[in-house]
């Protein structure tokens, strides 16, 4: 039996757990079986694997194989696992070497032909694998400049599988390496504060909810304005700390968003009222929105509630359904 291991990271909410992905090669009928709780994008790695392996010009096994994701009894979700689970494959069949797999950590998804594909939440598992102690993360190229934003932890891109062979190794190389940049600068796509003309009272609760860190409740019918302060109000905020511009910029990456520009160092603003509220859409506030816009405002309008508060008998649930009672 031979046996390698490489390591990943499964990310429960903004946590990120190690993953140690094994893969044993041993006789028996040709099969390839993943075990340890992952979701179906990661039992179809297995497919996507041996494709990218035979156009790449290797061989996959021709035994059985099995993987196996610990710790086990943790549920594990999306497609990054499938670069570890081919480099502990490769490792354990001898095409690269096992030392080459120490202390590295391994993120992408892997392209029928062999290319390496962009996945969400390389900045919080880059980070959580440099307070682990790892040395090294492997990547997508197009996201090396996210994962180097996370200091004290080298950072290597690969494009396809045969680059990442090329890396284990040891081969020359070709790839740019780009500096991360120091942090995005939103101000120039802002609204300015000296656009609203009028609002003195308004105006000042503005100021005085941003520089005590205050909340603010803004309540009247609509055109009055509500919407045109909020808007403004991450324009007279400061700039968020290294540590807050971490986890703003973590959230947006485990979104998809690109965070090619650096860290976001403005506070994000969102406004969730454009449509009426339901019990659907106030679930959408507390997961997406909340958690995109950490560190900043969310407005909500206070209008539709006034509204339902005015009203004699409130809407009860009952079953599925909604209605007066």
Request: hydrophobic share 40%.
């Amino acid at each position: 039996m031979r046996l390698a291991r490489a390591w990943s990271i499964a990310l429960v909410g903004m946590e990120a757990t190690l993953v140690e992905v094994e893969v044993s090669i041993g006789g028996g009928l040709p099969n390839t079986m993943i075990v340890g709780l992952g979701d179906t994008a990661v039992k179809e790695a297995s497919q996507r694997c041996r494709s990218a392996v035979a156009a790449a010009g290797f061989a996959w096994p021709p035994s059985s194989v099995t993987v196996n994701l610990t710790p086990a009894d943790m549920p594990k979700s999306g497609s990054h696992y499938d670069l570890p689970l081919v480099a502990a494959t490769m490792a354990a069949s001898g095409v690269v070497p096992r030392r080459a797999l120490e202390a590295t950590l391994f993120l992408g998804e892997l392209g029928l032909d062999g290319r390496v594909r962009s996945v969400r939440g390389v900045l919080p598992a880059v980070l959580g694998a440099s307070r682990s102690g790892f040395e090294r993360a492997v990547v997508p190229l197009g996201q090396i400049r996210e994962a180097q934003l996370v200091e004290g932890i080298g950072v290597v891109g690969v494009e396809s599988l045969g680059h990442l062979v090329a890396v284990l190794t040891g081969e020359p190389y070709d790839v740019d390496v780009v500096d991360p940049a120091a942090g995005s600068d939103e101000v120039a796509g802002s609204k300015d504060l000296a656009d609203v003309v009028g609002q003195p009272e308004a105006r000042w609760a503005l100021e005085v909810a941003a520089a005590g860190g205050h909340h603010l409740s803004m309540v009247g019918p609509p055109g009055v304005g509500k919407t045109l302060l909020a808007e403004r109000l991450p324009g007279i905020l400061p700039d968020l700390a290294v540590d807050e511009a971490l986890e703003v910029s973590a959230i947006h990456s485990m979104l998809g968003a690109s965070l090619e520009g650096g860290l976001i160092r403005r506070p994000p603003y969102a406004d969730p009222t454009t449509r009426r509220p339901s019990p659907r859409w106030w679930a959408g506030v507390r997961t997406w929105h909340v958690r995109e816009r950490c560190r900043g405002p969310t407005e909500a309008s206070c209008s539709w509630m006034r509204r339902q508060s005015s009203r004699r008998r409130p809407w009860r649930r009952c079953g599925r359904r909604w209605r007066r009672g």
